[in-house]
């Protein structure tokens, strides 16, 4: 969606993230040297499964961990500023004006006993403490307005539970944008809703994102959402990055085995519904106890042909072929795009 | 809201007649007899007799409830040797104390509601405050503070925790005076003295239960995804905690502050009797000891009362703090 964007710096640049747990059974690596850069207008999708960091990454761009238990490493930068580090009171005042979030399942993230209206101008007001009431109410109708809930006057002052799945998702949506923020992260926004509902939030988001240019994070692990909306993809697997590209690389030719197993697990709705449907063999790692080398080595069909490296040896994003396309897989780059496209001939399965 | 409260008080006025059926039932259909309690020496059965004819003993159980009912809303005539006109609401004559129910009650309820209103006020703030610091300091040796006390609460009984402060404050340090009631409009400032010990005591120990509950649901809440959604809108920790998580993490415990001060209300019988004091609960002990069946009546209903009273202002509460109550 939208116009490539002038060269200019990235709004929000991550470099080498490393977000760490403290717990009674060992120490979490949940986010493991992680970077990425978003521009304003657009849009970075984050791909894996649970567990895979990707809600720890959006969490700790807006500094939300408990600081007794977490610690977090590398650069978060920000419109220029450097978040890692930042005092707590310095970077509340960064969330919900400039960087703001949507989380997956509007219900339980909007509080049940205040009403929408009041919740969105809430937000509204503490970054503008000259605003009244009355300035933040007109504002909180009228952001209601533009993410089409119909007569916005009146919904302002009900409460969640008298709003639809889709209304609700849409509320939260003008409680994210209510400050004009620069950055939005999507937390599997409609991973809640309904197949159509899911359509109308995704055509929204991109409505908006061309309005306000807004850098977009959309995280999730629905990779047709992500054919839809995202300029770029990251694939992210146990705290790690596993391919990095724009959407056409990493969707149409994907060049990790990871990858591979995401997108033939992706029902297709044109072939026949099981056919061509194969999951991803074994469950994604404990990321207290990581397998040694590759974390994904144990579920991957060809990590046998490394002669070992995969067992031993973490392996690093790499050049994957076309600029910008990085991959990490101890795979020669030419016999990963000889498997893809045979897989692609076998399976059908990258669309 | 206006039917939520018109259904809710007809539901309550239900519960109250059932209890009073109950009640009635239990202490006036029991094989003993009442008349030969109320007077056991120098009573020749032709008085006996009487006594039960004035009672209206010898009338049909549901003319006799009926005559209580009417007394209690309308006032009725006990006859002579019970006081003559009894006003409503008339609770019967008292052979033990030689007055009228309602008297006695109209004495000694007052100085309950002194005891428990301001004690319930004390524990309630200083249960959920404890609670709150704790669950906000988890881990902290503030927190850990705050758990010692309210087990140390929770295990203590009443009359060990009044006997002591008792000792302290009144026969050592002689820096209040002996517990008393003194009715709050005479002397305000000698009412609180009289009874503070009183409250204290009975704070220490309820808060205990409050500071736990609050605290779990403090911590309950924190985890909850509105609570990082007003988080994710930059709002203050004080907004955050004090606005978003404090009021979800409240209602529960509303529901034990009614149950507890409805409860309390019907009698603090140990705390009275620890502080000499008569309220209502010691009233209610030595009607039972004597077998003064009318006043024993007469505390088991307004104990039901406020039971079902503080029932209807959970209600009204949930209602008021939950938004989604109030469609049911």
Redesign the interface.
Known sequence: MGEPAPASDPYLRVDDLRVRFDTADGTVRAVDGVSFAVERGRTLAVVGESGSGKSVTSLAILGLHDPRRTTVTGGISVGGRQLVGLPEEDVRRLRGRDVAMIFQDPLSALHPYYTVGRQIAEAYRVHHPRAGRREARRRAVDMLGRVGIPQPARRYDQYPHEFSGGMRQRAMIAMALVNDPALLIADEPTTALDVTVQAQILDLLADLQAEFRSAIILITHDLGVVGQVADEVLVMYAGRAVEHGSAEQVLRRPRHPYTWGLLSSVPSLHGDADADLVPIPGNPPSLIDLPPGCAFHPRCRYADRTGGRSHAEVPALAPAGEPGHLAACHLPADERARLHAEGVGRTGAAR | MARFLVKRLLSATLTLFAVSVLSFLMFFALPRDPVSGMCPKNCNPERLERVRQELGLRDPLVTQYAGYMKGIVTGRDLGSAQGGRCDAPCLGWSYVTNEAVSDTIARVLPVTLSIVIPAAVLWLLLGVGLGMVSALRR?TWLDRLAIGFSLTGASLQLYFVGAVLLLVFVYHLRLLPVPSYTPLLDNPLKWASGLVLAWVSLAFLFSAIYARLSRAQMLETLS???V?????????KP?VYGR?AL??AITPVVTIAGLDVGGALGGTVITETTFGIQGLGRTAVDAVRAGDLPTIMATVLIAAVFVVLANVVVDLLYAA????VRLR
């Open positions: 881990g909850e995804d509105f990082r959604t007003a988080r994710a809108k930059g709002l203050t907004r978003h009021r979800a703090i939950d938004p989604r």
